[in-house]
């Protein structure tokens, strides 16, 4: 079995992507429905309702919290 060194250039691919290229958001507003599509869920009625009320709590950093 082979015990091989990552080389250099694949060390590079591994590295983690800056938290300030994360963020989702482009100064646009937060609509329900794009909250609703971040969590995976289907625009159902409920779903969306769900959304809305999360948006009242949290303001647009719902989505932050969502996304990965």
Known sequence: MSTSQPDASRQSEDRAT???LLHTRTGNDVSPEDLV???GKDLTPQNIEWARRKLAEE???AM???LP
């Open 37 to 39: 599509l971040a969590s």
């Open 18 to 20: 800056p938290d300030s």
């Open 64 to 66: 932050e919290k969502i």
């Open 59 to 61: 303001g647009p950093s």
